[in-house]
């Protein structure tokens, strides 16, 4: 029976750099990487390759949010990461971008350790993965909906590109920041040595090979028009103005970074057919299985 | 009907009494009033939710099971919201005399019903474990499987480090232990296939899916094809109502289907795809399928009512595409 030797299993977050981070001095970014490729069993081990699994917390006058939950196996770590940045003030909510475990996985950890703390987002099936969750704390929310943090106030919007139907991002009226849950991610390698790095601090070759590699782990992209999709975003941007951008899968996007960022995305989205099929959700030259790509969480 | 649904136990109760007495462990407080419950709230006053039917059923006695619970129809992502009913939780078991596979592993709310199942049918058997997604409808009591059963193995066709996404459940939720380095794994992956035993299994692509990486899995012996979150689109009027539908008439409407896998499958609205309505069409006449199991909704059982949903579903697919892109829309 083939197994893969013990010897041979990659461990997987093996973060460069230091998290949490202080972005700004309301914002904070937590998390760490998962080793995209470190996939268990396979026969052929690949070189290790970061997927950054990120979660964001916003530190409102009055409240406190955080914008994912963090990847499931990071709690060892992102619990002390929280202590750090809250500094003794409570997490008032946790936003749930979609079901997905990577994204969301920790709400039942996050509850138990706030006990004031209630899930916000599109919160249907979350009762039959977390039956331990007094259904009160489980709070929907539509798009357009909005939480009051004293200084701002964090919009949800429907997502453009999902890959769960429930996925929502959230905006921040003050920072003028847009959570994208899994649209703008990004692999990097682990020579390049940028986990807790944000991509306006990076020298410009790098920063061009990172947003090189976006994931885009949308099944179905090619069997629409996406073209349709940029401008719905383009659409989106004109009554919410980005200024900074974050997702499950990048640190905060802003300042010089943010704009080519966006473009660069946007195009690669438009004119998804003519990317080669791994690209949609792997690293080139290491095209994954399947039909369309691999997954990314 | 069977030895082991554990309605028999409490035959004769009325619905509202299987409910309450196999109200999950996790239900408390229970209102001593239930006020008239709105649409789309908790039901039964519970502040928190609870499965019913948490049961072990015999589709192919001695070789497949299927284990599960009752939800009530509401706050589930892929049901529309005007739904009156009950909706099915599923995963499955196949035997043979030594060896046990669990086809998914279900939702934590239906932990009582795979325990349940471990309890019954494992025995000295080897365990096999198999999923079609990496998402906690499937593999939600994975954790819970690899912690507790003698030497299991993972049978892996996905993607991702699936052993962190999981924990055991002998160590506290707030502690990270994973599986990684413990767990024998044997790949699985699409267009291969592996005789355990006497179970005969072949994964493949799923022919519908929202996930990238989402498996379908046919074992050839009893003719099951284990379709994840396809085909799931027949539920329940009570929450006593059989879970297997064995009957190719009364189905529901193809617009309603089209509507209901769109709401999952949110990619087929306005989307051409003639390629995959092929590959959906060719699976089904190149393979002799008897039986149909989804993670929700019933079971479908027999060829003439499997071909009745196939040919529902196909229709469904086609009636998906002319849906507006609500997303797109939003923004236009």
């Given amino acids: ?297 | 009907m069977n030895d082991i649904d554990r309605r028999t136990v409490i035959a004769g109760g009325t619905a509202a009494a299987v409910m309450a007495l196999l109200r999950s462990a996790y239900a408390d407080a229970i209102a001593a009033t239930v006020p008239a419950r709105a649409r789309g709230a908790p039901a039964a006053g519970s502040q928190r939710a609870f499965a019913g039917n948490q049961t072990v059923t015999p589709l192919v006695p001695g070789r497949l099971y299927r284990v599960g619970c009752v939800v009530r129809a509401e706050r589930l992502t892929w049901l529309p919201q005007d739904l009156d009913g009950y909706e099915p939780l599923n995963c499955y078991v196949l035997t043979d005399a030594h060896n046990l596979v669990f086809a998914d592993m279900g939702a934590p709310i239906m932990l009582p019903a795979v325990q349940a199942a471990v309890d019954m049918l494992a025995g000295e058997r080897k365990v096999w474990l198999s999923f079609s997604r990496n998402e906690a409808d499937c593999i939600g009591n994975l954790g819970y499987l690899l912690g507790t059963c003698q030497g299991p193995t993972l049978l892996f066709g996905g993607a991702g480090g699936i052993l962190e996404w999981i924990n055991d459940p002998h160590v506290d939720m707030l502690e990270v232990r994973d599986f990684l380095g413990r767990i024998p794994i044997v790949e699985s992956r699409n267009d291969s296939s592996r005789e355990i035993g006497e179970i005969r299994l072949r994964w493949m692509d799923a022919r519908l899916k929202q996930m990238l990486m989402t498996q379908w899995a046919y074992e050839s012996g009893t003719g099951c094809l284990f379709t994840s979150e396809a085909f799931g689109f027949r539920h329940l009027a009570t929450a006593d109502s059989p879970v297997v539908i064995d009957r190719a008439r009364d189905l529901p409407p193809v617009a309603t289907v089209a509507r209901e896998i769109a709401q999952r499958a949110n990619w087929m609205r306005e989307a051409q795809y003639p390629d995959y309505l092929r590959k959906f069409e060719q699976f089904f006449r190149d393979n002799d399928v008897r039986m149909l199991a989804p993670v929700h909704g019933c079971v479908i059982r027999g060829r003439d009512a499997v071909a009745a949903h196939v040919m529902l579903l196909r229709d469904a697919m086609r009636a998906a595409s002319a849906l507006p892109d609500t997303e797109r829309l939003r923004y236009a």
């Fill in chain 1, 1 to 297: 029976m083939p197994e893969l030797p013990k010897d041979a299993v990659i461990k997987a977050y093996v973060v460069q750099g230091q998290f949490p981070r202080m972005a700004l001095p309301d914002l904070a970014t937590l998390g760490g990487c998962s080793n995209s490729q470190g996939w268990p069993g396979r026969a052929d081990a690949r070189p290790v390759t970061h997927e950054p699994c990120i979660a964001n917390v916003i530190l409102g006058r009055d409240r406190t949010i955080m914008l994912d939950t963090g990847h499931y196996a990071l709690w060892y770590s992102l619990s002390g990461q929280l202590d750090a940045v809250l500094q003794g003030r409570p997490l008032d909510y946790v936003f749930v971008s979609h079901q997905e475990i990577p994204h969301t996985g920790n709400l039942g950890r996050l509850l138990k350790k706030y006990p004031g703390c209630k899930a916000v987002g599109d919160v249907r099936d979350y009762h039959i993965f977390h039956p331990e969750i007094a259904l009160e704390r489980l709070v929907q929310m539509e798009h357009c909906d909005e939480l009051d943090l004293g200084d701002r106030r964090i919009m949800f919007l429907d997502a453009i590109w999902k890959d769960l139907q429930t996925t929502l991002w959230a905006y921040d009226t003050r920072l003028k920041l847009i959570f994208s849950a899994d649209t703008f991610g990004y692999i990097h390698h682990a020579d390049e040595n940028v986990c807790s790095t944000m991509l306006h601090e990076m020298p410009r070759e790098l920063r061009e090979a990172v947003t090189d590699r976006p994931a885009l782990p949308f099944f179905g992209m090619r069997n629409r028009d996406q073209a349709a999709r940029v401008a719905a975003f383009r659409n989106l941007m004109t009554k919410y103005p980005i200024e900074i951008i974050t997702s499950g899968h990048t640190l905060p996007i802003m300042g010089p970074a943010t704009q080519p960022a966006i473009d660069k995305l946007l195009a690669a989205i438009a004119n998804v057919e003519q990317l080669p099929r791994f690209l949609q959700s792997g690293v080139p030259g290491h095209p994954p299985d399947g039909p369309e790509g691999g997954q990314l969480a």
